[in-house]
């Protein structure tokens, strides 16, 4: 599975832990994906990985 979101194409973020003696250690940010059953086009249904930000927002419209 590709760690992108179907709808806005959030992808993997890269950035550091920090402890409390400010050592950086790289770390991976992912995107929250679902996989979700969503009509693509007029009576089109897929399973797609979308963000939860994107289900929040109401950019999918599920499947029922």
Do not use: W, Y
Not at 11 to 24: E, I, T
Not at 29 to 42: C, G, H, S, T
């Amino acid at each position: 599975m590709a760690k992108e979101c179907a709808i806005c194409g959030k992808k993997p973020m890269v950035g550091n832990n920090v402890s409390h003696a400010h050592n950086l250690n790289k770390r991976v940010f992912n995107p929250n994906l679902q996989r979700v059953r969503a009509v693509i086009k007029e009576g089109c249904v897929r399973k797609i990985d979308v963000c939860t930000s994107c289900i929040k927002a109401g950019k999918v419209t599920k499947a029922s």
